[in-house]
């Protein structure tokens, strides 16, 4: 570790030796030039006044000349020490200040204070690698469910954005090359409480560095990256990337979702839902022909699901050479009615304006509901910051890329088995999705439910594993009752039940339960807690299984005992 | 050759001969012991320490100990021959100047470290 105080003493070293030389030739000049005492007798000034009148005349404090009047010799000798000694100063105060604006000491500065901060943190955290939309919106979600953050970005700039922003719990930042091991290093991936890497930076060869140093750094680490062509995904997950993210599939797999199955859309959004986010509620496109503007890395993604969804779509792009656009392409851009008319919007039953540029996609809306106001309009918003007019544009669908990605990060790292559920749920239909939704807003207040895992074991549900280790047989329904009124249940309900290698999606509540069972649960906002009295009190547990409440104290059950057996 | 390390060894050994000169005397006799020769000694400690600053090795912590040792022991040896000249006014005694030799002792011990260690690490160096 490199010191800062020990840096800065040795580049201090030349003007500190020039300010001593100059402060002892000084004082010694003045202890040897023969002075005068107010009575005109020879007096010589002694080592302890000299250093007394340079300290004072060196510092440009100026009291006079103490303690008797200077003769012309000592006077001459004064004039030469106080050019030398303003000098000398000025020298060491300027080196001093160099040192202090020096980049490199500003850069070795923040690091050390950076890494203070990360040896400080006592609470489990995830290092987020590169700041954008996607992570604070991620970093947003996780310290609103007290998750700590810390983030390593490239880009002073973005930075300073993180500064800005204000998080319930402080995010340290640094500005560094995440692709070195050593900033991964001092960024926390081997302390304690380090729980996962999410590699979120806008290159692929990065984040494939960034996923490879935390795997062979840290083992245990949970690594979540970001790729945005097959080619690197296949090559993050060669060496055990636990997730990885392609962000235009994924953003365009869940707006033809949107499109095709509306209620299974909805279920997604709910389920991966961010803490006290309102909920949105299902909508129902129509079938037809579709028109999709612009064909980037986003419109082809989309083009594919629609495709696979058997969904026709006419495309508008303005570069179809330069994008490869199929044939019967429509050139132009979309912002213009001509083009518009071009691609038949009279017939067609919905839009997607999918540019990476939001001024044409308002422009795309505005332009597109004049000439067909029947037509369901899909916009697609890159900025948070425009969030104010898209809302006032009211398009039926507004999606931001880096708000579907944040959201799923934040449910795979808050609930792991909530990805497995999700990878159950999307092969079956609608009418299955519209049915959970259902049961789904029968529990939940307006705001999205809570997900999370439960595995019945000795950490996370002690009375249950005591009970089962004794021989009783509590059904998942147990896990629910109201603690206090057994008849009633919590507003809980189970979505997944994995038994070693089998998993059960929306197991029957008469099921019974078994050791290391891990469930998935959904339930009411705030409603966990009550349930956690179930899950770790024996007495509750008793009460709700049999219905009587046990005596606890010692006193009590002896007196409960005596009065059982005076009534055989 | 290195001139770097012949201004710092001849500031360390210059620091040890100074002190050892004013050390040199009857204890309590003031005027085998004169007050240049300390002012010298404080002097060329002081800069002897600036020399050692910044070095980060172990070897380099120790001459910085041992110096600021010294440093410590000749001002506070200065600061009573101050305090018994112009505060109390008792003058220059005997007592006195025990006190400010031993002082002046103690700091040259430090001094002879100072050496034995620089000795130590060029034998190692260039054996």
């Not at chain 1, 869940?254 to 839902?273: D, I, K, N, Q, Y």
């Not at chain 1, 997607?352 to 067909?372: C, P, Q, Y």
Request: net charge negative.
């Amino acid at each position: 570790m490199q010191n800062i105080a020990f840096l800065l003493l040795r580049r201090l070293r030349a003007p500190l030796i020039v300010l001593i030389c100059v402060y002892s030739i000084s004082m010694l000049g003045f202890v040897l030039i023969p002075g005068m005492d107010d009575q005109g007798q020879p007096w010589d000034m002694d080592f302890f006044h000299a250093f007394y009148f340079v300290s004072f005349m060196g510092s440009t404090i100026g009291f006079g000349e103490i303690p008797y009047p200077f003769t012309d010799g000592q006077r001459m000798w004064a004039t030469v020490t106080i050019y030398s000694s303003v000098v000398a100063w000025l020298f060491a105060i300027g080196s001093m200040l160099a040192i202090v604006q020096d980049p490199a000491f500003r850069t070795l500065h923040r690091q050390n204070r950076f890494r203070r901060s990360i040896s400080r943190l006592s609470t489990p955290f995830y290092l987020i690698c590169g700041y954008g939309e996607t992570s604070s919106l991620l970093i947003r979600a996780l310290s609103e469910a007290g998750i700590r953050s810390v983030v390593i970005e490239s880009n002073q700039e973005r930075l300073n954005a993180l500064e800005l922003e204000d998080y319930p719990i402080p995010v340290p930042g640094l500005c560094a090359d995440v692709s070195l091991p050593e900033i991964l290093i001092l960024g926390g991936i081997k302390h304690k409480n380090c729980i996962g890497c999410v590699a979120l930076t806008d290159r692929d060869p990065i984040n494939l560095k960034v996923a490879l140093s935390s795997k062979l750094l840290n083992p245990s680490l949970k690594v979540i990256a970001r790729a945005e062509t097959e080619d690197a995904e296949l090559n993050i997950a060669s060496f055990g990337t636990d997730e990885i993210i392609n962000p235009f599939a994924t953003f365009a797999g869940r707006l033809a979702l949107a499109l095709h199955s509306p209620s299974m859309f909805v279920l997604f959004e709910w389920m991966t839902g961010v803490p006290n986010e309102p909920l949105c509620k299902p909508l129902y496109p129509p079938h037809g022909t579709w028109i999709l503007c612009g064909y980037g890395r986003f419109g082809k993604a989309v083009h594919e699901k629609l495709r696979a969804e058997g969904v026709s779509a006419t495309i508008i792009e303005e570069k179809p050479e330069m994008t490869e656009a199929p044939q019967g392409t429509v050139v132009g851009r979309g912002t213009e009615a001509s083009t518009l008319l071009e691609a038949n919007i009279g017939e067609a039953v919905g839009i997607v304006a999918g540019t990476d540029d939001d001024s044409n996609n308002l422009s795309i809306v505005m332009t597109a509901r004049e000439l067909n106001p029947s037509l369901f309009i899909v916009a697609r918003k890159n900025s948070r910051a425009n969030a104010a007019i898209f809302q006032a544009a009211r398009a039926n669908l507004t999606m931001q890329r880096g708000s579907v990605i944040a959201h799923k990060i934040f449910a795979l790292i808050t609930t792991p088995l909530l990805a497995e559920f999700l990878r159950l749920a999307i092969k079956e239909n609608n009418a299955w999705a519209e049915a959970l939704i259902k049961r789904v807003s029968a529990i939940a207040d307006d705001v999205a439910p809570q997900i999370w895992t439960v595995i019945i074991n000795d950490k996370d549900a002690p009375a249950f594993n005591r009970a089962l280790a004794s021989g009783s047989q509590p059904s998942i329904k147990a896990l629910y009752v109201h603690p206090r009124y057994r008849e009633k249940s919590l507003p809980i309900f189970p979505l997944l039940l994995k038994r070693k290698d089998s998993e059960i999606l929306l197991p029957d509540e008469t099921t019974p339960l078994a050791q290391d069972d891990q469930l998935l649960l959904c339930g009411q906002h705030d409603i966990r807690s009550q349930m956690e009295w179930v899950l770790n009190n024996d007495e509750v547990f008793h009460y709700i299984h049999t219905g009587e409440e046990r005596a606890q104290g010692w006193l009590w059950q002896k007196f409960v005992a005596k009065k059982a057996n005076r009534n055989k | 050759m290195n001139l770097e390390k012949v201004v710092f060894a001849f500031f360390i050994l210059l620091a040890l001969t100074l002190n050892f000169g004013f050390f040199l005397g009857d204890i309590d006799v003031p005027h085998h012991h004169s007050v240049y020769e300390l002012f010298a000694a404080i002097v060329v400690s002081l800069i002897a320490t600036i020399l050692k600053f910044g070095d980060r090795t172990h070897l380099g912590a120790l001459l910085l100990a041992t110096s600021l040792v010294a440093d410590l022991q000749l001002i506070l040896a200065a600061v009573v021959w101050a305090f018994a000249e112009h505060i109390t006014g008792t003058g220059m005694t005997p007592a006195v100047m025990a006190v400010i030799v031993s002082l002046s002792g103690g700091a040259l011990l430090a001094n002879i470290t100072s050496v034995l260690l620089l000795v130590a690490e060029t034998m190692t160096v260039r054996s």
